[in-house]
C-alpha cells in the first residue's frame, strides 16, 4: 500500500511539474475554491442544526457533580457526548443512546435524589436507638421527595421533616413541622389547589403533622403555602377571594369562548365582576293561615228547667275550638350566592381592503351589538332583580402589535424559505464547478501524460506523398482482405474450395 501512494505521489508530481504557470495557478483556484465552498457548506449545515440531527439528549438539568460523574463515565466507555446548556445537558450520537443509558444506570448514575427505605436495606445490628430514629426520618423524607418529584412541574424539592420526642405532658407535647423547598420547571407555576396538594401529603405521610405546620417555598424564596394558616379569619378571607374569582373566571371564560366561537379570536373580550354574599344565614319562619280552620274540638251542653215560672224549658249551648293552619321552614342560605353581576363586553368591528390596499375600520350595527348582548346576558346568567348591570360597547382594538408580529413572522418565513433555496442553489453550483473542475483536471492530466507528438518538419524529415490507389486495385485488394478473413475464420470450407478449383481442367488457350 505504501509503494502505491508513492507512485501516486511521484506521478502526480510529475505531472505538477509538466503543467505551465498558467495552468497551475487555475488548478490551485480551483481546489481552493472547492474546498472553501464545501466548508461553508459544512459550515452552514452546522449552525442550521444538521449536525446535530445525529446526537440525541441523554441527560438534561443535571447539577455539575453528576455531569462531571457522567462525562467520566462515558469517557470510561469511549462514548462520543456533547455538553450544551452551560453543562447541564448532555447529548450522545443516536446510535448509542440507549447503550449509554444502560451503561450508566450500571454505575448508578444519574444519581437518585435522597434516600428512601433502601436505606433499612443493610444489616442494622448494633445500631442504637438515635441513629434508627434519624435512619427512618431521613428515609421518610427521601419517600416523599421522590414522590413530589414525579409532578411535571417540579424539577426538584428537598423535604426537611421536624418530629419531636414524646413527652408525657399533653400540655408539654409539640406538633411536628415540615418545609418543603421546590425547584419548579421553566416556565411552570404550581397552583393553589397543587400546593394544597403537597400540604396534604406530606401531612398525610408524618404521623401527627397537620398540613398548617407545614412551609412550601420555591427556589427564589418565595412562600407558596398559605402565610395565615394560623390566623383562621385570614384563612377564610382568602377562601372567600378566592370564591369569587372562580366565579369571575368561570363566567369570563364561558362568555369569551361563546363570542370565540361566534366573531373569530380577539374580536370581543368579557370582564365579569361579581359581589358574592359570603353571610351564612339560618332563619326559622313561622306562618299561620288564618283563611284555611280546622276544628280541633266541640263541646254541646243542654240545660234542662222545671218548675220555672215562665214554665219548663231546654237550653241548648256548644263550644268549639277551631286549629288554624301552621307551617314552620328552617332556611339556612350558605356562602357564595351571586348578589350582583357587572359585566363589561368590548366588541372590535370590522376591517375592509382600501383602494390603495389599507384595512380601513368598520363599526358594527346596533342591531349587532344588541344579539352580542343577549348573548352574553344568557350565559352569564343575567337578572335585573339583582341589579345585574352589563355594558357592550364597540371599540376598535389596537392591534399594532400583533400586524408586527404577523409581518415579523411572514418576513422570517421567506427569509428562511429563500435560506433554504440559497442552500440549494449554492450546492448545485458547488457540485458543478467541481464536475468541471474534474473534467478541466482530467483534460490536464491527459495532455500531460499524452504529450503532442512533433511534426516530422521539425526534426527534417518529410513524408512522401502516397499516390491515390485506382478504383480496381482497391477493389481487389478488399477481396483479397474478405479472403484471407474466412481463411482464418473457415479454413476447412477453403480448403474444400481450392481443391474443388485446381481439380478442374485449364482452360484452352485461343491461337
Known amino acids: 500500500m505504501s509503494d502505491f501512494f508513492k507512485q501516486l505521489i511521484t506521478q502526480l508530481s510529475a505531472v505538477w511539474q509538466k503543467l505551465s504557470l498558467q495552468q497551475k495557478i487555475i488548478t490551485s483556484a480551483l481546489v481552493g475554491f472547492t474546498l472553501f465552498g464545501l466548508v461553508g457548506l459544512l459550515i452552514w449545515s452546522h449552525s442550521t442544526g444538521s449536525t446535530e440531527s445525529g446526537y440525541r439528549v441523554l441527560y438534561s438539568n443535571l447539577d455539575i457533580e453528576d455531569a462531571s460523574l457522567i462525562t467520566e463515565q462515558l469517557d470510561n466507555h469511549n462514548f462520543r457526548y456533547r455538553m450544551q446548556n452551560n453543562g447541564s445537558t448532555v447529548t450522545v450520537q443516536a446510535s448509542q443512546l440507549y447503550e449509554a443509558r444502560m451503561a450508566l444506570a450500571r454505575e448508578g448514575l444519574p444519581r437518585k435524589r435522597g434516600l428512601g427505605y433502601e436505606l433499612f436495606d443493610g444489616n442494622n ?19 416523599i421527595q421522590r414522590t413530589i418529584e414525579g409532578l411535571s412541574e417540579v424539577r426538584s424539592a428537598r423535604v426537611h421533616i421536624v418530629i419531636p420526642e414524646n413527652t408525657i405532658f399533653l400540655d408539654q407535647q409539640q406538633d411536628s413541622k415540615a418545609s418543603v423547598v421546590l425547584n419548579l420547571t421553566h416556565g411552570n407555576q404550581l397552583s393553589r389547589d397543587q400546593v394544597r396538594g403537597i400540604s396534604y401529603l406530606v401531612s398525610s405521610s408524618v404521623d401527627g403533622l397537620s398540613p398548617e405546620n407545614i412551609s412550601i417555598l420555591d427556589y427564589n424564596g418565595r412562600l407558596l403555602s398559605n402565610p395565615y ?5 385570614a384563612i377564610i378571607s382568602s377562601r372567600n377571594m378566592e370564591l369569587q ?4 373566571q368561570y363566567l369570563e371564560k364561558k362568555s369569551n369562548q361563546l363570542l370565540l366561537n361566534i366573531l373569530g379570536p380577539s374580536k370581543a373580550y368579557v370582564n365579569v365582576s361579581a359581589v358574592l354574599d359570603f ?17 280541633r274540638s266541640e263541646e254541646l251542653i243542654e240545660e234542662f228547667t222545671k218548675n220555672a215560672p215562665d214554665g219548663d224549658h231546654t237550653r241548648e249551648r256548644s263550644l268549639t275550638n277551631y286549629e288554624i293552619n301552621r307551617t314552620l321552614e ?3 342560605r350558605e356562602v357564595g350566592n351571586i348578589e350582583r353581576l357587572t359585566v363589561s363586553v368590548a366588541v372590535d368591528g370590522r376591517y375592509q381592503q382600501g383602494e390603495n390596499g389599507e384595512q380601513i375600520y368598520v363599526e358594527r350595527s346596533p342591531e349587532e351589538l344588541q344579539n352580542i348582548e343577549d348573548i352574553v346576558r344568557n ?25 408586527r408580529e404577523q409581518m415579523d413572522m411572514q418576513n422570517r418565513e421567506q427569509w428562511e424559505f429563500w435560506m433554504t433555496i440559497a442552500k440549494y442553489v449554492l450546492i448545485f453550483i458547488i457540485a458543478l464547478v467541481f464536475m468541471v473542475f474534474l473534467k478541466y483536471v482530467a483534460g490536464i492530466l491527459s495532455e500531460a501524460m499524452n504529450p503532442p507528438v512533433p511534426a516530422m518538419e521539425n526534426f527534417g524529415i518529410t513524408e512522401d506523398i502516397i499516390p491515390e490507389v485506382p478504383e480496381d486495385v482497391r477493389y481487389h485488394s478488399e477481396i483479397l482482405e474478405r479472403v484471407e478473413m474466412m481463411t482464418r475464420e473457415e479454413p476447412d470450407n477453403i480448403s474444400s474450395i481450392i481443391k474443388e478449383w485446381l481439380s478442374q481442367p485449364a482452360p484452352k488457350r485461343k491461337k
Open 279 to 295: 353571610d351564612r344565614v339560618e332563619k326559622t319562619i313561622e306562618r299561620f293561615d288564618p283563611e284555611s280552620r280546622v276544628i
Open 125 to 143: 445490628f448494633g445500631m442504637t436507638d438515635y441513629v434508627q430514629k434519624l435512619n427512618h426520618r431521613r428515609a421518610l423524607e427521601g419517600e
Open 379 to 403: 350565559a352569564v346568567g343575567y337578572d335585573i332583580t339583582r341589579g345585574d348591570q352589563i355594558t357592550v360597547s364597540a371599540i376598535q382594538f389596537d392591534n399594532e402589535f400583533l400586524r
Open 330 to 332: 328552617q332556611v339556612v
Open 229 to 233: 394558616a394560623q390566623d383562621e379569619t
Open 245 to 248: 374569582q372562580n366565579v369571575e
